[in-house]
């Protein structure tokens, strides 16, 4: 079978992030061919090693631009309500008016923990052009279509990957017993007021701190040179490969992400972190992580739901670093759960099965 993804980039990384990745996962099956449609292939080059052309075509993965386009898939997923071209479309209703199968339309939406999206996993949305669409929810519950896992256990289990090497060995040096945190935030965040509060709690507690910062984050010369003396140590990485990424999230013990796609590879490293949700001008964000930590902090102690709560809004580290033992082992537990559930690249092909037995 066939299976086109289309992917168009609304803000920043997340949305390639995803269709890359789960692209990534499915094409490690020897019965599916997958052809990955982006309007901005500049951003998804980012993410895989400088060219996501060449890399798709290693794994068999046809990288297309969004216009380029001769017959359809036998399965379409579309990524986050993305625009699918009329043309597509079009195509997708001929080859229904011949009397085939028609394409499996799939509606792949943005990750929520609210509880509606139990309920809206997998309906049927009919089109007024005799197609069919299905909303596909990701999620942390058993009734939703779960998260992607992909080669996780592979890549976090080797050595330092070539892009990270050089940076890990320094890291290492002369700083035994350290902890390390990794950086991927927004440009809103109040990072470089948690960062002195760090720095202070780090000194307290007579610990050294070497925090990764990803992607040209946006901390400035000024804090880093104010905080030259203190025990936290800034180290620069360049814009590394997905994979790479991962690996850097299962080495910390703290990761501060952003968005859906690095906020899934956190909770798949099962450390503490905090998740820098992308705001929205309703405020429904704000729904929308409460609704998370709920589930996330379900079972915990109740100091570390107080408290873990607060973390996640940018609480200073010094209000709650004495519960990082206690969150760490939660946090594995938390992965752990998440295994349980089934990975959504599983259970999307499941799926897939179900309505071609039954048509």
């Known amino acids: 079978m066939r299976w086109d993804i289309f992917c168009q980039i609304v803000d920043n990384y997340g949305d390639a992030g995803v269709c890359w990745r789960l692209a990534r996962s499915l094409s490690k099956r020897d019965d599916i061919r997958i052809r990955l449609f982006c309007d901005d292939l500049k951003v998804l080059d980012k993410i895989a090693h400088g060219d996501a052309v060449k890399t798709?075509?290693?794994?068999?993965?046809?990288?297309?631009p969004w216009s380029s386009m001769d017959d359809v898939g036998d399965v379409v997923i579309e990524a986050f309500a993305c625009k699918i071209p009329e043309t597509y479309i079009d195509a997708m209703r001929q080859v229904a008016d011949t009397g085939s199968a028609k394409p499996l339309w799939i509606n792949l939406e943005y990750l929520t923990a609210e509880s509606w999206a139990d309920e809206m996993h997998l309906m049927p949305s009919?089109?007024?052009n005799d197609l069919n669409k299905y909303f596909y929810f990701p999620g942390f519950t058993e009734k939703t279509g779960g998260l992607t896992l992909g080669d996780w256990d592979e890549v976090t289990a080797q050595a330092a990957p070539a892009s990270l090497a050089p940076f890990w060995d320094e890291g290492?040096?002369?700083?035994s017993g350290m902890r390390r945190i990794s950086i991927f935030?927004?440009?809103?965040a109040p990072l470089e007021k948690w960062l002195r509060s760090l720095a202070s709690t780090a000194k307290s507690n007579g610990e050294l701190i070497d925090i990764y910062v990803c992607a040209n984050q946006s901390i400035s010369n000024e804090l880093i040179e104010s905080l030259e003396d203190s025990p936290l140590r800034f180290i620069q990485l360049p814009f590394i490969p997905q994979e790479d990424y991962?690996?850097?999230?299962?080495?910390?013990d703290f990761n501060l992400v952003r968005g859906e796609d690095s906020f899934v590879r956190a909770q798949w490293a099962g450390k503490p972190f905090i998740w820098d949700i992308y705001p929205q001008s309703d405020r429904a964000h704000e729904i929308k992580l409460d609704a998370f930590l709920d589930l996330y902090f379900e079972g915990a102690s109740s100091?570390?739901?107080k408290q873990g709560k607060t973390t996640m809004k940018w609480a200073e580290p010094h209000e709650w670093w004495g519960l990082m033992e206690e969150?760490?082992?939660h946090s594995a537990k938390w992965?752990?759960?998440l295994r349980a559930l089934g990975q959504l690249e599983v259970k999307i092909l499941d799926f897939v099965k179900s309505q071609e037995i039954s048509r």
């Open 56 to 64: 798709g075509a290693t794994m068999g993965i046809e990288v297309l």
């Open 126 to 128: 009919p089109q007024n």
């Open 172 to 175: 290492l040096d002369g700083r």
């Open 185 to 188: 935030n927004y440009s809103h």
């Open 246 to 252: 991962d690996w850097l999230l299962s080495r910390c």
């Open 303 to 305: 100091s570390l739901i």
């Open 327 to 329: 969150w760490t082992v």
């Open 335 to 337: 992965s752990d759960k």
